[in-house]
Nanobody
Framework: QVQLVESGGALVQAGGSLRLSCAASGFTFSTYAMAWFRQAPGEEREFLAAFRLNDSKTYYVDSLKGRFTISRDNAKNTVYLQMNSLKPEDTAVYYC?????????????????WGQGTQVIVFS
């Protein structure tokens, strides 16, 4: 049974930091592209960052470069999202996703598996 379980969401003051985790099970983690998305109320799901499948290079949405960092630990079957200098507009539910084949990294429908999400609320 495939599972992606996010954790680490919290209520945090603007300027603070959080590290989100996504623990994967039920598939061969090291052979999947992994990504983070977020979705704010009334908004579409937004791509944040990903590891590409073939070479594990990292990709970020331009607006977040320098504040968010994606990393993965294949030994722990876990992908992380370090978020620094948080802003109220970062408030959203954050999701991790996994894809088994070459994908358009920013396209949600290209991903095979999704977690249930973890809530991040940033207050000023």
């Amino acid at each position: 049974q495939v599972q992606l379980v996010e954790s680490g969401g919290a209520l945090v003051q603007a300027g603070g930091s959080l590290r989100l985790s996504c623990a994967a099970s039920g598939f061969t983690f090291s052979t999947y592209a992994m990504a983070w998305f977020r979705q704010a109320p009334g908004e579409e799901r937004e791509f944040l960052a990903a590891f590409r499948l073939n070479d594990s290079k990292t990709y970020y949405v331009d607006s977040l470069k320098g504040r968010f960092t994606i990393s993965r630990d294949n030994a722990k079957n876990t992908v992380y999202l370090q978020m620094n200098s948080l802003k109220p507009e970062d408030t959203a539910v954050y999701y991790c996703a996994a894809a088994s084949g070459p994908v358009g990294l920013g396209v949600p429908r290209h991903y095979d598996y999704w977690g249930q999400g973890t809530q991040v609320i940033v207050f000023s």
